[in-house]
């Protein structure tokens, strides 16, 4: 069977609480490629210990197996799965109350197959056709009572694979959120960036529960020969590789011209800056210069109070009238005033996190203006510029940790005598 080389990008986000329930394995067999997704929130009791040891358990059975026949080797790595899932779960608080979900895809040359207990879902994407493995998920896990099925769904797509194809394997919390546009980001992206989107995509509209989006890339259906496609993409122009967060990696050097017109550019700006500098030394000096006898007395210089109140100056001096602005009053959000009546600075931050995630995709900038003001209503209080950096160490929330960084001087500036 002929060998297919394949680029694999991976995404795994916590649950807004910080908790992990998913796992993950990939592993190449001869001229296959096995892709393993668990996810141990199947039961009552979610686990990240079932996730991980379904997937464990499944790839070290497929590993050892020596039956001709896949489709038994499958069944016969998601029973060996479901017996460890019971015994690791024995002892803990998930014991009787856990399952995991597992998802196994095999990729090769003659085209993609699966099989699965419980949720996951794989799609096939060639170009602008979307095409899914499964309609919906699945209703059991592993590890649950010993009468429960553990026979996988075994399903397969039959077509031979070509450069450019796409697998999107996805956890079943990933779905619902990016059912609507899967061709759409799953598409055009390397694949690490594609799923870093997509993850990041789900969690914004509003997904809390631990999120887990694969995206394989059929790179190549025969040995290449020369550099590694990663190091070939950097080495070219055009396309370049992109790292998870979206920066562009390997820019081509600067040319020589380039330092020449920096410098070119340098010493303009510092020779503005000397006329700028002498112009006003010149100014100082003249306007401090005794005028000689019979020489008129120059105008006197204005008189400018900055950071000063007009009612705080001598009005016999200077003149000042007092500036009097009306602000028009703004109705706050409720939600925004309520997300700030915490006990605590973590239960404030989480209740903010929650309240960005769930309005954001659809009100964008806007509940940031909205929770601002609900912040200054409520007058500098510990407890929220505590929440507020904490919402800074979110890794996921990029573009609420931007908002806080500009958020924070504001509210000490405004609240100085």
Known sequence: MEELEITLGQRALTSVYG???TASAYAGLGSRHLLILADGAAGEVPSRLAAQTACAAALARIRASVLPDFSATLEEAFGEANAAVRRVLIGTAAEGK??????VVVIDAAGVAAA???GGRVYLLRGERLDPLYRGAGPEGLGGPATARTEPEIVAAGEALGTGDRILVLSESAVRPLAADLERLGSGAPPQLAASRMADAARRRGQLDPISVHVVEIAGDAPRMGPHPAIARIERGKPRTFDPEGRLLGRSAPSAAVPAKKAEAGLVAWFLLALLCGAGVALVVDATRVPSRGEPAPEPLPVVIVGLDARDADEGEVGAERDVREVEAVALD????AALQGESARQLARDLKNLITRRFPDEGEAVF???EAAIVAHG???????????LVREPELKRTARWVQELLPRLYVADEP
């Open 369 to 371: 203006e909205k929770i």
């Open 334 to 337: 409720p939600e925004a005033v």
């Open 98 to 103: 856990g399952q995991a979900a597992l998802l």
């Open 116 to 118: 699965r207990v419980g």
């Open 19 to 21: 908790e992990q329930t």
């Open 380 to 390: 500098r209080d510990p407890k929220v510029i505590e929440a507020l950096l904490e």
